[in-house]
Protein backbone atom coordinates (compact mmCIF):
# COMPACT_ATOMS: atom_id res chain seq x y z
CA UNK A 1 0.00 0.00 0.00
CA UNK A 2 1.47 3.63 -0.93
CA UNK A 3 1.04 5.88 1.44
CA UNK A 4 1.31 9.85 1.44
CA UNK A 5 0.79 12.47 3.83
CA UNK A 6 -1.96 15.10 3.86
CA UNK A 7 -1.35 18.51 5.98
CA UNK A 8 -3.36 21.39 6.79
CA UNK A 9 -7.71 21.52 7.89
CA UNK A 10 -8.12 22.31 4.08
CA UNK A 11 -6.21 19.04 2.16
CA UNK A 12 -7.49 16.83 5.11
CA UNK A 13 -11.33 18.21 4.69
CA UNK A 14 -11.00 17.92 0.71
CA UNK A 15 -10.27 13.88 1.94
CA UNK A 16 -13.38 13.43 4.22
CA UNK A 17 -15.45 14.72 1.32
CA UNK A 18 -14.37 13.26 -1.38
CA UNK A 19 -12.01 9.68 -0.84
CA UNK A 20 -12.64 9.01 2.93
CA UNK A 21 -11.84 4.97 2.80
CA UNK A 22 -8.52 6.06 1.51
CA UNK A 23 -7.64 7.40 5.32
CA UNK A 24 -5.77 5.37 7.16
CA UNK A 25 -4.02 7.36 10.40
CA UNK A 26 -3.96 11.02 11.60
CA UNK A 27 -2.50 13.17 13.69
CA UNK A 28 -3.16 16.56 15.67
CA UNK A 29 -1.80 19.27 17.71
CA UNK A 30 -2.31 18.43 21.29
CA UNK A 31 -1.96 22.09 22.23
CA UNK A 32 -4.35 23.51 19.44
CA UNK A 33 -7.85 23.89 19.98
CA UNK A 34 -9.79 25.56 17.62
CA UNK A 35 -13.57 25.38 15.69
CA UNK A 36 -11.89 23.87 12.38
CA UNK A 37 -9.66 21.52 13.58
CA UNK A 38 -12.08 19.84 16.22
CA UNK A 39 -14.71 19.42 13.01
CA UNK A 40 -12.47 17.80 11.21
CA UNK A 41 -11.54 15.48 14.40
CA UNK A 42 -14.92 15.11 14.53
CA UNK A 43 -15.22 13.61 11.05
CA UNK A 44 -12.08 11.51 11.37
CA UNK A 45 -13.68 10.13 14.92
CA UNK A 46 -16.75 9.23 13.05
CA UNK A 47 -15.00 7.23 10.81
CA UNK A 48 -13.25 4.84 13.30
CA UNK A 49 -9.96 6.92 12.91
CA UNK A 50 -8.91 8.72 16.47
CA UNK A 51 -6.34 11.04 16.06
CA UNK A 52 -3.07 10.85 18.22
CA UNK A 53 -2.20 13.98 19.97
CA UNK A 54 1.40 14.89 19.11
CA UNK A 55 3.89 17.80 19.69
CA UNK A 56 3.58 20.44 17.18
CA UNK A 57 7.31 19.91 16.71
CA UNK A 58 6.69 16.61 15.12
CA UNK A 59 3.82 17.43 13.29
CA UNK A 60 6.07 20.39 11.45
CA UNK A 61 8.97 17.37 10.90
CA UNK A 62 5.90 15.27 8.76
CA UNK A 63 4.79 18.42 7.42
CA UNK A 64 8.16 19.32 6.16
CA UNK A 65 8.56 22.69 8.03
CA UNK A 66 5.05 23.87 6.17
CA UNK A 67 1.87 25.38 7.99
CA UNK A 68 -0.17 21.81 9.03
CA UNK A 69 -2.35 23.93 10.71
CA UNK A 70 -2.44 21.25 13.75
CA UNK A 71 -3.02 18.32 11.59
CA UNK A 72 -1.44 15.52 9.54
CA UNK A 73 -3.07 12.57 7.99
CA UNK A 74 -1.82 8.94 5.94
CA UNK A 75 -3.53 8.31 3.33
CA UNK A 76 -3.29 6.41 0.10
CA UNK A 77 -2.54 7.70 -3.11
CA UNK A 78 -5.14 8.49 -5.60
CA UNK A 79 -5.44 6.11 -8.49
CA UNK A 80 -4.37 7.16 -11.40
CA UNK A 81 -7.59 6.42 -14.49
CA UNK A 82 -7.29 4.36 -18.11
CA UNK A 83 -7.77 6.13 -21.00
CA UNK A 84 -10.81 3.64 -21.07
CA UNK A 85 -11.91 5.21 -17.99
CA UNK A 86 -11.53 8.81 -19.66
CA UNK A 87 -13.92 7.70 -22.92
CA UNK A 88 -16.59 6.94 -19.74
CA UNK A 89 -16.69 9.93 -18.05
CA UNK A 90 -16.63 11.99 -21.13
CA UNK A 91 -19.38 10.18 -22.49
CA UNK A 92 -21.34 10.62 -19.31
CA UNK A 93 -20.87 13.99 -18.62
CA UNK A 94 -23.80 16.73 -18.79
CA UNK A 95 -21.71 20.04 -18.81
CA UNK A 96 -19.33 21.51 -21.23
CA UNK A 97 -16.12 19.24 -21.15
CA UNK A 98 -13.21 21.24 -19.86
CA UNK A 99 -9.87 19.41 -19.50
CA UNK A 100 -5.83 20.19 -18.92
CA UNK A 101 -3.52 17.75 -21.38
CA UNK A 102 -0.01 17.90 -20.08
CA UNK A 103 2.54 16.62 -22.61
CA UNK A 104 5.22 14.58 -21.23
CA UNK A 105 5.43 17.10 -18.14
CA UNK A 106 7.70 15.42 -15.65
CA UNK A 107 8.23 18.10 -12.76
CA UNK A 108 6.22 16.67 -10.05
CA UNK A 109 5.66 20.10 -8.61
CA UNK A 110 4.33 21.15 -12.04
CA UNK A 111 1.51 18.50 -11.82
CA UNK A 112 0.73 19.25 -8.77
CA UNK A 113 0.13 22.66 -9.12
CA UNK A 114 -2.25 22.35 -12.46
CA UNK A 115 -4.06 19.81 -10.32
CA UNK A 116 -4.37 22.57 -7.46
CA UNK A 117 -5.94 25.45 -10.76
CA UNK A 118 -7.63 22.35 -12.55
CA UNK A 119 -9.60 21.92 -9.70
CA UNK A 120 -9.85 25.82 -8.88
CA UNK A 121 -11.14 26.76 -12.25
CA UNK A 122 -13.69 23.25 -12.17
CA UNK A 123 -11.73 21.03 -14.97
CA UNK A 124 -13.11 17.82 -15.08
CA UNK A 125 -9.87 16.06 -15.80
CA UNK A 126 -6.26 16.11 -15.91
CA UNK A 127 -4.56 14.15 -19.02
CA UNK A 128 -1.01 12.75 -18.71
CA UNK A 129 0.78 10.68 -20.55
CA UNK A 130 2.66 7.36 -18.95
CA UNK A 131 5.82 7.83 -20.54
CA UNK A 132 8.17 10.40 -19.52
CA UNK A 133 5.87 12.20 -17.35
CA UNK A 134 4.70 12.85 -13.98
CA UNK A 135 2.43 10.64 -12.45
CA UNK A 136 0.48 10.73 -9.01
CA UNK A 137 3.10 10.64 -6.00
CA UNK A 138 3.70 12.16 -2.24
CA UNK A 139 5.46 15.41 -3.55
CA UNK A 140 2.14 15.79 -6.32
CA UNK A 141 -0.29 15.45 -3.54
CA UNK A 142 1.40 17.36 -1.45
CA UNK A 143 1.47 20.51 -3.61
CA UNK A 144 -1.97 19.69 -5.01
CA UNK A 145 -3.36 20.77 -1.95
CA UNK A 146 -6.06 17.90 -1.85
CA UNK A 147 -7.11 18.51 -5.56
CA UNK A 148 -5.15 15.47 -6.14
CA UNK A 149 -8.48 13.77 -4.44
CA UNK A 150 -10.57 15.59 -6.31
CA UNK A 151 -9.61 16.20 -9.98
CA UNK A 152 -9.22 12.74 -12.17
CA UNK A 153 -5.54 12.37 -13.67
CA UNK A 154 -6.08 9.93 -16.60
CA UNK A 155 -2.81 8.42 -17.74
CA UNK A 156 -2.82 7.46 -21.56
CA UNK A 157 0.06 5.75 -23.68
CA UNK A 158 -0.75 7.12 -26.98
CA UNK A 159 -1.57 11.01 -26.48
CA UNK A 160 -1.81 11.57 -30.46
CA UNK A 161 -4.83 8.71 -30.62
CA UNK A 162 -6.72 10.35 -27.36
CA UNK A 163 -6.80 13.52 -28.96
CA UNK A 164 -8.35 12.40 -32.13
CA UNK A 165 -10.77 10.82 -29.94
CA UNK A 166 -11.32 13.91 -28.33
CA UNK A 167 -11.73 15.72 -31.48
CA UNK A 168 -14.61 12.81 -32.42
CA UNK A 169 -16.85 13.96 -29.55
CA UNK A 170 -16.66 17.70 -30.70
CA UNK A 171 -13.84 19.00 -28.03
CA UNK A 172 -11.63 21.47 -29.70
CA UNK A 173 -7.81 21.02 -28.53
CA UNK A 174 -6.02 24.36 -27.85
CA UNK A 175 -2.60 24.42 -27.66
CA UNK A 176 0.12 26.77 -26.18
CA UNK A 177 2.91 27.50 -28.05
CA UNK A 178 5.09 30.66 -28.09
CA UNK A 179 5.15 31.26 -31.73
CA UNK A 180 1.53 30.99 -32.13
CA UNK A 181 0.13 34.19 -33.94
CA UNK A 182 -3.06 34.74 -31.74
CA UNK A 183 -3.13 35.30 -27.92
CA UNK A 184 -4.80 33.49 -25.29
CA UNK A 185 -6.98 36.79 -24.62
CA UNK A 186 -8.39 37.10 -28.78
CA UNK A 187 -9.98 34.03 -28.64
CA UNK A 188 -13.36 33.09 -28.10
CA UNK A 189 -13.41 30.00 -25.73
CA UNK A 190 -16.83 29.28 -24.21
CA UNK A 191 -16.72 26.04 -26.17
CA UNK A 192 -16.04 22.03 -25.12
CA UNK A 193 -12.19 22.38 -24.67
CA UNK A 194 -8.94 20.31 -24.05
CA UNK A 195 -5.86 22.72 -23.38
CA UNK A 196 -2.68 21.21 -24.35
CA UNK A 197 0.16 22.48 -22.43
CA UNK A 198 4.08 20.75 -23.42
CA UNK A 199 7.45 20.35 -21.11
CA UNK A 200 9.17 23.20 -20.37
CA UNK A 201 11.91 23.93 -22.65
CA UNK A 202 10.78 22.05 -25.62
CA UNK A 203 7.15 22.52 -25.44
CA UNK A 204 4.48 20.06 -27.14
CA UNK A 205 5.64 17.65 -29.28
CA UNK A 206 5.07 17.65 -32.77
CA UNK A 207 2.74 14.94 -33.03
CA UNK A 208 0.96 16.67 -30.44
CA UNK A 209 1.15 19.96 -32.18
CA UNK A 210 -0.60 18.43 -35.36
CA UNK A 211 -3.49 17.56 -33.24
CA UNK A 212 -4.10 20.67 -32.20
CA UNK A 213 -7.33 22.94 -33.35
CA UNK A 214 -5.72 26.19 -33.03
CA UNK A 215 -2.40 27.54 -31.05
CA UNK A 216 -2.34 30.26 -28.99
CA UNK A 217 0.21 32.18 -26.61
CA UNK A 218 0.18 34.09 -23.79
CA UNK A 219 1.68 38.06 -24.44
CA UNK A 220 5.12 38.70 -22.58
CA UNK A 221 6.20 42.09 -21.76
CA UNK A 222 9.78 41.38 -19.91
CA UNK A 223 12.37 40.14 -20.76
CA UNK A 224 12.29 36.77 -19.84
CA UNK A 225 10.89 33.88 -23.26
CA UNK A 226 8.42 31.89 -21.22
CA UNK A 227 6.53 30.84 -17.98
CA UNK A 228 6.65 28.13 -15.71
CA UNK A 229 4.38 25.74 -17.48
CA UNK A 230 2.00 25.17 -13.97
CA UNK A 231 2.01 29.03 -14.09
CA UNK A 232 1.08 28.94 -17.89
CA UNK A 233 -1.61 26.57 -17.80
CA UNK A 234 -2.99 28.93 -14.86
CA UNK A 235 -2.86 31.77 -16.99
CA UNK A 236 -4.99 29.74 -20.08
CA UNK A 237 -7.26 27.40 -17.91
CA UNK A 238 -8.47 31.45 -15.73
CA UNK A 239 -9.17 32.78 -18.90
CA UNK A 240 -11.39 29.79 -20.46
CA UNK A 241 -12.90 29.98 -16.83
CA UNK A 242 -13.47 33.97 -16.88
CA UNK A 243 -15.28 33.41 -20.61
CA UNK A 244 -17.14 30.81 -19.25
CA UNK A 245 -18.42 33.34 -16.20
CA UNK A 246 -19.37 35.76 -19.08
CA UNK A 247 -21.50 33.33 -20.85
Known amino acids: MNLTQLFGIHAVQAALDYSPQKIRRAWVDSQRQDVRLKQVIDDLVKLGINPEKTERKK ?3 MADGKNHQGIVVAVELPAMRSEDQLKQDVEALTQTPFYLVLDQVQ ?4 LGACLRTADAVGAHGVIVTKDNAAGITPTVCKVASGAAETVPVYQVTNLARVLRWL ?3 NIWIMGAAGE ?3 TVFQMELDMPLAVVMGTEGTGMRHL ?3 HCDFLVKIPMAGQVESLNVSVAAGVLLYEVFRQKLLA
Open 208 to 210: TRQ
Open 167 to 169: KEQ
Open 107 to 110: DPHN
Open 180 to 182: AEQ
Open 59 to 61: LEK
